[in-house]
């Protein structure tokens, strides 16, 4: 992925930026000119239809983040053929040694299945640590990914769809405790009601820009809709 220019994440309060950046998969230019900053406490939601750039954009800003970002990508990202417990287990893989980490592929670590089972108890998951992720079904699995980027423990949750599975009354169960353990959240989603409700600022994308930059408190539903109408 390209990308031309960055911005001090230092300054004044701001922990990503972009200005006048272009995003691109090798020669396909997704925002040949972005511009935006992201503060310390934003709880962003991030819209736009399929395909106009959300995951490039989460992914750009997840490599500017580095190890801040607590990274839950769309629930296809797991390893199917490794147990629940073990994929939420590698959240956490470069925090302990290989020796450590080839052990508790073998036996779990008591401490980290303790720890991972009162998570995985949050979120629904309990009695199905041991289960192949494969055989879990999409919800389930979309809850072992956002409990995967839960046991980082990183101050910046960014997420790429992480409810889209998931009824919306789990949604909106899932999006609070992903809100309570982090300060600054950056979450694509498709549900704008969802975004609305759970953010404080939503960004809309539309044709290689943000067309839609503002409180999600001086917004409704239909101001949405210009994000979604197809030519
Ligand atoms: N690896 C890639 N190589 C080339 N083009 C890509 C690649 N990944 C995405 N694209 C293209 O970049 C554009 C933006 O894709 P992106 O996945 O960021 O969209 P999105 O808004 O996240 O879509 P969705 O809501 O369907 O997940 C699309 O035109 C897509 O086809």
Known sequence: MLDTATVDPGASGVIAGFD?????????????????RIQQGDRIALLGRSGVGKSTLLEALRLRLDDQSAWCPQANALVPTLSAYHNIYMGRLAHFSRWQNLINLLRPDPTCWQEISELADTLGLDGLLRRQVDQLSGGQQQRVAIA????????????DEPVASVDPRQGVRLLDLINARHQTCVVALHQRELALAHFDRIIGLDDGRIIIDAPANELSASDLDVLYVTD
Do not use: N, W
């Open 20 to 36: 006048h950046a272009c995003l691109s998969h090798d020669d396909h230019i997704v925002f040949p000119e972005l511009t935006l």
């Open 148 to 159: 995967r980027a839960l046991y980082q423990k990183r101050p910046v949750f960014i997420g």
